[in-house]
């Protein structure tokens, strides 16, 4: 067991981690919360609390109960970054009433781990519950510079440094918000996990710090959560390490979530062609021979998924719209939907269908019969663009249904993950980030810089499907946009690293067949795994550079990326362990479209000297010698 310190004359509840290094304070009138760790402060004392809208705020509490909690176990895990996630952490619920009036009960839940600490808020179920608000703040001593995105419906927006006092109060900005403490030694993330009875948040700029903007309802913006009993709230997160790469590796947001239940061992990661990114949005029309280019591709490349995206339906209409007449249950006329999944099968290819939230929503068990029905593999879903309360129920709603019928599930125009992927690890990816579909439009800032700054914040919140794989590659000076046959703003060897560093179970190879015909580093991209026995953050900033190793069995896959500065990295290479290994390396060459293919002997003790072009990266794959 483990001590919680009930320190009545500070008038707090201190609960720290396992290794003692985060601690997390709730005020004994649970009015206020604090964090810090390895003795320096992280969030100041800042408010915390609800706000009701059918009835009046919890006022003069006083603690009746404090509960301890303690886990330590191993989560076996399905399609991610790691095989297993260490949950350990200590915990306590407490509960406070009101002294006088009506007495009713609050309770915060709170958690210390080694990776940081989290609470939340519970109501009893006895009565219903109208949210307005949350009281939550988050007070950042020494106006620390942070990562930051502004917050949009679709949440695909750049991230840049500010200082907290520099955030502009007119806006909301997104979560995680990424920063660093006062002396360095402590990088955090201010995140959100559990959000599965409740909504998303974002983030208002207030004195000091930052407090927790609950969506609302829509057309309700005085309410924010409708329950018929009780409460439970999401998790707010203070993610912590000594770099801010540390974050990478993290469990935390998973561990937090509802862990999964029932067999998931038919969830086969991968990647997929795809039909969307290298044409014009309004697609070519869709054929069936169209298609079986792709499948023949997917085949001949060992892709076990092919991803046909808008117009295959009967009556699609262009990109955004969910027109009435579409029907996606059937296929456009010139597309044989059955037939076509027997010759993708016949290859061993699955197939993926693209689909408009508003025309799955309304007859969701129809449309995912009709695709278990043909045999099709899984889902993507699109254009939500909201994170209300009742948007996170049809998440959740989706993510169960289409588990049932054992079908994968990716979420476009989504907001970013909470954890729900652990819940139904089905729910194989999502996007809410500003990808490589961006790069086709000439106010798409798909930067290298961009997508170094991703590993660090973005991606700690769950799996991203940025979507990459373009091989017809620039610099940011020699770029041009263009929506057919789009260019990317990097090299070649950064377009392989991504498929490293970017962490998505299914990814997407988002160019042209033709475009990997006898293309250097191609033969890296058919070879790369997209799941994960384990991950290690190496070297990096989120304003540099970023290298990362995961492991697939006994082999070690590293990406190194830069942002729009050329760099020399040392990579060390302690984490193979003892033996001899062979070490495949594709780097930069002398043109964005050149790559050097590098063959060398290593052990754990040598240290690879990688150069990196501007914009540029690199890819390795490191194997036993046996």
Same mark, same amino acid.
Request: one cysteine or more; hydrophobic letters at 40%; proline letters at 7%.
């Given at each position: 067991?483990? !001590? ?49 809208? !059918? ?29 297993? &996630? ?22 915060? #839940? &709170?958690?210390?781990?080694?990776? %940081? ?28 510079? /942070? #990562? ?10 750049? *991230? ?15 979560? $995680? ?5 006062? +002396? ?34 829509? %057309? ?45 061992? =038919? ?8 039909? =969307?990114?290298?044409? @014009? ?15 023949d591709f997917a085949a001949e490349s060992g892709f076990p998924y092919f991803l046909i995206d808008a117009? =295959? ?5 262009? /990109? /955004? ?9 059937? +296929? ?32 969701m068990a129809e449309v995912l019969d009709t695709y278990q029905r043909w045999g099709i593999k899984g ?45 139904? @690890? ?18 798409? $800032? ?70 990997? #015909? ?13 799941? *994960? ?38 990579? $060390?290479? &302690?984490?193979?362990?003892? %033996? ?5 390396? =594709? ?27 501007? %914009? ?11």
């Amino acid at each position: 067991m483990f !001590n919680i310190v009930m320190a009545l004359a500070a008038s707090q509840i201190i609960v720290a981690s396992p290794d003692k290094s985060a601690e997390i304070r709730i005020a004994a009138d649970g009015a206020s919360y604090s964090v810090q760790r390895k003795g320096e402060p992280i969030v100041a004392a800042s408010p915390m609390g609800l706000e009701l809208a !059918n009835a009046a705020d919890f006022s003069d509490l006083e603690v009746v109960d404090v509960k301890k909690q303690s886990q330590r176990r191993e989560i076996p895990l399905t399609a991610t970054k790691s095989k297993t &996630a260490r949950d350990v952490y200590n915990g306590v619920v407490v509960t406070f009433r009101e002294k006088t009036g009506a007495r009713r009960t609050l309770s915060v #839940e &709170a958690r210390a781990a080694n990776e %940081g600490v989290a609470f939340r808020y519970l109501l009893p179920k006895d009565a219903p519950v109208v949210l307005k608000a949350e009281k939550t703040a988050y007070r950042l001593p020494n106006d620390p510079a /942070c #990562e930051v995105s502004e917050y949009g419906g679709s949440h695909e927006n750049t *991230w840049a440094l500010k200082k907290i006092s520099e955030l502009d109060r007119a806006k909301l900005y997104d979560v $995680p918000v990424v920063c660093s403490s006062a +002396s360095g030694r402590t990088h955090y993330a201010i995140a959100q996990s559990g959000i599965d009875a409740y909504a998303s948040s974002g983030l208002v700029p207030v004195d000091g710090g930052l407090k927790v903007r609950v969506t609302p309802l829509p %057309g309700e913006k005085d309410v924010a959560i409708k329950s018929a009993a009780g409460l439970t709230s999401a998790w707010r997160v203070i993610m912590m390490g000594d770099r801010a790469g540390d974050l990478i590796e993290s469990p935390l947001i998973g561990n937090l979530a509802t862990q999964a239940s029932g067999d998931f061992s =038919w969830v086969r990661p991968g990647k997929a062609a795809w039909d =969307w990114w290298s044409g @014009p949005t309004a697609g070519e029309k869709p054929t069936t021979e169209r298609f079986r280019r792709f499948i023949d591709f997917a085949a001949e490349s060992g892709f076990p998924y092919f991803l046909i995206d808008a117009g =295959w339906p009967l009556n699609a209409t262009p /990109c /955004c719209d969910a027109d009435p007449k579409t029907d996606i249950t059937q +296929s456009n006329p010139a597309v044989d939907m059955p037939a076509l999944v027997k010759y993708a099968d016949s290859k061993g290819v699955g197939l993926i269908l693209w689909a408009h939230w508003k025309h799955v929503e309304p007859r969701m068990a129809e449309v995912l019969d009709t695709y278990q029905r043909w045999g099709i593999k899984g889902v993507k879903v699109d254009f939500m663009e909201r994170d209300d309360q009742e948007m996170v129920q049809f998440y959740v709603r989706l993510a169960r249904e289409t588990a049932k019928r054992h079908l994968l599930l990716d979420m476009h125009g989504a907001f970013p993950p909470a954890g729900l992927a652990r819940t139904y @690890p089905n729910y194989i990816t999502q996007e809410g980030v500003l990808g490589l579909e961006y790069n086709k439009f000439p106010w798409g $800032p798909v930067t290298p810089g961009h997508n170094v700054k991703l590993a660090y914040t973005r991606m700690l919140l769950g799996p991203m499907d940025y979507t990459p794989g373009g091989f017809r590659n620039t610099t940011p000076q020699t770029y041009v946009a263009r929506e057919v046959m789009p260019m990317t703003r990097t090299t070649r060897g950064q377009a392989l690293a991504q498929y490293v560093v970017f962490d998505s179970p299914l990814q997407m190879v988002s160019d042209d067949p033709a475009a990997y #015909e006898n293309a250097p580093g191609f033969d890296f991209l058919k070879a790369v795994p997209t799941a *994960w026995d384990e991950t290690r953050f190496v070297d990096g900033t989120p304003e540099s550079h970023v290298v990362l190793a995961r492991r697939k069995g006994e082999t070690w896959y590293v990406g190194a990326m830069t942002n729009e500065q050329a760099r020399a990295v040392a990579i $060390p290479l &302690a984490f193979l362990g003892a %033996g001899t290994f062979k070490a495949e390396i =594709w780097r930069d060459g002398a043109g964005p479209n050149d790559v050097e293919h590098v063959v060398k002997s290593v052990s754990s003790r040598d240290v690879l000297d990688i150069p990196l072009s501007a %914009g540029g990266g690199a890819a390795i794959a490191i194997k036993p010698v046996h």
